[in-house]
Structures are given as C-alpha cells and as structure tokens.
C-alpha cells in the first residue's frame, strides 16, 4: 500500500526500516501509545516520529485506507 499527497508518503514496512523501528520502539514516548505486537488489532498502524503526532496523519491515513 502506498499513499502520498505534497506533503507525506504512507508506503508498506519493509526490512531497511528496521532501524528505524527499534529506534520508534525504544522511545518511551511512542510506546506510551503502543499496545505491543501480542494485541490482536485488524491494523495495526502507528506513527513513530513523535514531531508528526497531532498533525491529521493517522485520520487521513484511515479515511484513505477505508475508502478504497
């Protein structure tokens, strides 16, 4: 899956982000949010960079990711 507009691209995890997720799982701010891989979810979807939080991102994802 990939969505982007000007401003962000939402695109699949793949294994060069794994730095990126130990970082993302390391910090006590993001796991303050994170219920862990045991949690069954439908989706599970988070945004690791906390100078992202409260910016729409995780709305428009979902309103894109269920439109379609």
């Known amino acids: 899956m990939r969505i982007e507009n000007n401003q962000i691209r939402i695109r699949d ?39 992202y939080w409260n910016r729409g991102i995780g709305t428009e994802f979902l309103k894109k990711k269920t439109a379609g």
């Not at 793949?14 to 993302?24: A, E």
């Not at 891989?37 to 988070?46: A, C, G, K, L």
């Open 13 to 51: 995890f793949t294994k060069d982000d794994l730095p990126l997720m130990l970082k993302w799982l390391t910090d006590d701010r993001v796991l303050e949010f994170y219920e862990g891989r045991d949690v069954r979810f439908t989706m599970d979807q988070f945004i690791g960079e906390p100078d």
